[in-house]
T-cell receptor
């Protein structure tokens, strides 16, 4: 049972480059989300999706795009990387409403130079 | 918007001492969840509290939800080195969004 799988685990980008962080879950969860974690800031919601074809913005969406073409996959795209996007990114999923447990991927460490 | 504040940001204790982290919301919460993140790891669900005044225990961990459902606490009795990590509360208001506190990073001197 893989759970939530994120790739890549580590990435270094140059300012202005674009890239996609991949996220896949095999639990048939309806809800998927992306968080970024910065020291002293906790986990901040970037984008989320309540099902295939439906996405919405979280707390810090600027500079990121998402799509949800299938239930399993929820990629996060950085359009033009900036040093301020250096962070640890976590993908997460859960079944149904907000009262259910969130399962996190292992994280993607991104450095923008 | 909803804000969840967590204090302290850091806590260093001697092994065997107790530890408490507090979580306060600007709005009434429907539920609150607690997560633990080991150094270099990802957050892992610990527990969910739903009822006003609820108290739940997991071995040496005691979780409380305030009567007004705007605050919560996690207390660890007699800390062990395995308790090292960052503890997050996450408040739920409405159907879809969790709002995480900033976390309390616990370090322990063996």
């Amino acid at each position: 049972n893989a759970g939530v799988t994120q790739t890549p685990k580590f990435q270094v980008l140059k300012t202005g480059q674009s890239m996609t962080l991949q996220c896949a879950q095999d639990m048939n969860h309806e809800y998927m989300s992306w968080y970024r974690q910065d020291p002293g800031m906790g986990l901040r919601l970037i984008h989320y999706s309540v099902g295939a074809g439906i996405t919405d913005q979280g707390e810090v969406p600027n500079g990121y795009n998402v799509s949800r073409s299938t239930t399993e996959d929820f990629p996060l795209r950085l359009l033009s990387a900036a040093p301020s996007q250096t962070s640890v990114y976590f993908c997460a999923s859960r079944q149904g409403g907000s009262g259910n447990t969130i399962y996190f991927g292992e994280g993607s460490w991104l450095t923008v130079v | 918007g909803q804000q969840v504040m967590q204090i302290p940001q850091y806590q260093h204790v001697q092994e065997g001492e107790d530890f408490t982290t507090y979580c306060n919301s600007s709005t009434t919460l429907s539920n609150i969840q607690w997560y633990k993140q080991r150094p270099g790891g990802h957050p892992v669900f610990l527990i969910q509290l739903v009822k006003s005044g609820e108290v739940k225990k997991q071995k040496r961990l005691t979780f409380q939800f305030g009567e007004a459902k705007k605050n919560s606490s996690l207390h660890i009795t007699a800390t062990q080195t395995t308790d090292v990590g960052t503890y997050f509360c996450a408040g739920i208001q409405g159907a879809q969004k969790l709002v995480f506190g900033q976390g309390t990073r616990l370090t322990i001197n063996p």
